[in-house]
């Protein structure tokens, strides 16, 4: 006992002695900064979303790029922040950062990139700006988000002569004034973008000889005239309220490429005579009424404007614009296609003139319709979401180069082709067309190769209708009750690829399909199908969606043409029997992808009523035996086999007494697992007593 007291005295010295450095280490743990949580290299240190509230004092000499975005820094000051005279790249957004000492920033002389965006900047801003002047070799700078006005941002940026890059988006500026970009010479890319400036003063881009990008989308500018920045390359001025944009008229061409005018109130096409080198050009989202020469607006208004005066618009507007290849008319008024706007349109591969109001195509003259002279260059047309009741064959001799079309959402009616048929010419043009001459065109359209005519309220798919038009996607999607014999397609059995007859409502009745045999993607879903057409059982399918069918199951032969080629299914929305499923267990041993399997169901029908389950997991065992093997049969068995059983249990023990009567054998017999146990003899008597008489 003595030798223990003196053993924990002599240990409870050691652990007093020892308290003192390990709380000192504890509280230096707890007062030091997680920097370990930052992800460090020699030049690059990453503190994002630390939940830190000041710099991370120990990381390591020499840091290049530090991002310390997402935290709640407030101050950027000498006092909480290390040195880091190397550093050149400096991520700050996402804090609540509102004061920059000079002091600082006068210590980062290779700093080249400063990321503020986020912030409250619009503290504090005279001496924060002042702060700014010191940057002396900043090239890219981020101030967005920080409810800057236009006097504060003009002064957060001023003296910042190598500022090459200049981000003001989402903030609260309302003019741009003449000489709050002056001292930029060598500015890029300016992005001021989410703000409200509803003026730009005269001047106030100029000098920016290297300006290059300009983004002036989703502000409130409502008249663009006077446009002079021959150097630049985009220009983004969507979302707007632009009622006017015009171009002077310069010695030098505009470089420009990229121009959006979507989302404004534009009613005519833009004067842009000297724009040669424009390529793509939005003007989506507008008001246009017409593209014809000298053509007034409804209503015939005049804008309220000084610059109307030298607006011409008997001029071709498109005359300049030889390099344009992407153009986008879609959502304004326009009621007639005018075919001549677009050749001098000599590059134009890509037009969407979607959701307008055309309902008719125009030729060399509005009146006669003739047929154009020239070609137009045009792969790609989208014309969905219009009024067209015809579109006249000439219309696609002018389009001799054009590979898809949108024509979903009007009322063309497809013409009949008897170019195949028995008797017919082969090579020729022949067709029957609709009563009143109604129907459009789609065969001997040899480059053609997609084209949608969803919901144009198609009831009859003619014979051979795109017969020599060697299409590899079709759309015939929402024309509801669509009649289709096996003829409609003929002429695509070596061609077509994908094929949607989506939401038709069609019936087996109403859909022949023939042997398609380059077909690899077909959508069924919303029709009224209990068993798929025949023609399919010879294509090598890789994506099917039957749903939202009568699908009951899925015939053998498509099993049997298919394990090889489908990839992937879509089913739920059919009443399958949960009976018949081995066309499931044959699609899951091809390995074939089931999309929807966990929403598809099947039903159980007995003589009372039908019932649903899921159809992964079917309780299989309701459902009804093959002929011979009722449940009654089934049982009869199971009770016959055990009352054999019991029967030899009962005999064996029979023979065990008898045995032991006559004296013969031994007394030890073998007992089967479910016969009843032998009694073992009472105590004080021998075996030869128990079975004595």
Not at 217 to 235: D, E, H, K, M, P
Not at 644 to 666: F, H, M, N, P
Request: proline letters at 6%; aromatic letters at 8%.
């Amino acid at each position: 006992m003595l030798l223990l007291e003196h053993w924990l005295a002599e240990k409870g010295c050691l652990l007093l002695w020892l308290l003192p450095s390990v709380l000192q280490a504890q509280l230096n743990q707890e007062v030091r900064p997680k920097s370990t949580l930052c992800q460090q290299s020699p030049m690059k240190v990453s503190c994002k979303g630390l939940g830190l509230h000041k710099f991370p004092r120990e990381l390591g000499q020499g840091v290049k790029y530090l991002e310390i975005s997402n935290n709640f820094i407030r101050n950027l000051s000498s006092s909480n922040m290390p040195e880091f005279g190397q550093l050149e790249y400096l991520d700050m957004g996402f804090n609540q950062l509102e004061a920059v000492s000079d002091v600082t920033l006068s210590q980062l002389p290779q700093l080249r990139s400063l990321l503020l965006g986020s912030n409250h900047l619009d503290r504090n801003y005279q001496a924060n700006g002042r702060a700014f002047h010191l940057l002396r070799n900043i090239e890219v700078l981020d101030l967005s988000a920080n409810n800057l006005e236009s006097h504060m941002a003009g002064w957060y940026v001023s003296n910042l002569t190598s500022l090459r890059l200049l981000d003001l988006s989402r903030n609260k500026m309302t003019r741009l004034p003449a000489e709050i970009f002056w001292s930029m010479p060598q500015l890029h890319e300016l992005n001021l973008s989410n703000n409200y400036i509803m003026e730009i003063e005269e001047g106030a881009f100029e000098g920016l000889g290297e300006l290059e990008v300009v983004n002036l989308a989703l502000n409130s500018l409502y008249c663009i005239s006077g446009f002079s920045l021959t150097q630049l390359r985009v220009l983004n001025l969507s979302h707007n309220a632009l009622e006017l944009f015009f171009s002077e008229e310069a010695a030098e061409p505009y470089l420009l490429r990229v121009l959006d005018l979507s989302h404004n109130r534009l009613l005519y096409f833009p004067e842009l005579p000297k724009a040669h080198y424009l390529t793509h050009l939005n003007l989506s989202n507008n008001l246009i009424a017409s593209l014809l020469p000298g053509s007034h607006h409804p209503g015939e208004f005049v804008l309220p404007y000084e610059e109307m005066g030298r607006f011409n618009r008997t001029l071709h507007a498109g005359a300049g614009l030889t390099h344009v290849a992407d153009l986008d008319l879609s959502n304004n008024q326009l009621q007639v296609f005018p075919v001549p706007f677009f050749h001098s349109l000599g590059s134009l591969h890509k037009l969407s003139l979607a959701r307008n109001c055309l309902q008719e195509v125009a030729g060399e003259s509005l009146a006669g319709g003739t047929e154009p002279s020239a070609a137009l260059p045009l792969r790609w047309l989208d014309l969905g979401g219009n009024a067209f009741h015809l579109l006249p064959r000439w219309f696609f001799d002018a389009l001799p180069q054009l590979e898809a079309i949108d024509l979903g959402s009007n009322s063309l009616q497809p013409c009949e082709s008897q170019g195949s048929k028995p008797g017919g010419n082969p090579g020729g043009e022949s067709h029957v067309p609709a009563p009143g001459g109604t129907c459009t065109p789609f065969y001997n359209l040899p480059r053609l190769k997609h084209l949608s005519l969803c919901k144009n309220k198609v009831t009859r798919l003619q014979p051979y209708a795109f017969h020599q038009t060697s299409l590899l996607s079709l759309d015939l999607s929402g024309n509801k009750d669509l009649f289709m014999p096996k003829e409609a397609l003929g002429g695509l059995e070596f061609s077509l690829q994908k094929l949607s007859l989506r939401g038709n409502q069609m019936d087996n009745s109403k859909a022949e399909l023939p042997c398609l045999d380059t077909l690899q993607v077909l959508d069924l879903s919303g029709n009224n199908f209990s068993h798929l057409p025949s023609g399919l059982f010879c294509s090598r399918l890789e994506s099917l969606d039957v749903r939202d069918n009568n699908l009951l199951t899925l015939e053998k032969p498509a099993l049997a043409s298919w394990p090889h080629s489908l990839k992937e299914m879509s089913i739920a929305g059919n009443p399958f029997s949960c009976c018949s499923l081995a066309w499931l267990d044959a699609l899951r041993a091809g390995g074939v992808s089931v999309r929807d399997l966990d929403q598809a169901l099947c039903t159980y029908q007995d003589e009372s009523r039908n019932f649903s389950a899921k159809i992964t997991s079917t309780p299989r065992w309701l459902c009804p035996r093959p002929k011979g093997s009722s449940p009654l049969a089934l049982f009869m068995v199971v009770m016959s086999l055990f009352i054999l059983s019991a029967g030899v249990c009962c005999l064996q023990k029979t023979g065990q007494k008898l045995s032991g009567r006559v004296g013969l054998g031994s007394s030890r017999v073998g007992v089967l697992p479910h016969c009843p146990k032998r009694e073992e003899p009472a105590e004080g008597k021998t075996a030869d007593s128990v079975t004595k008489v």
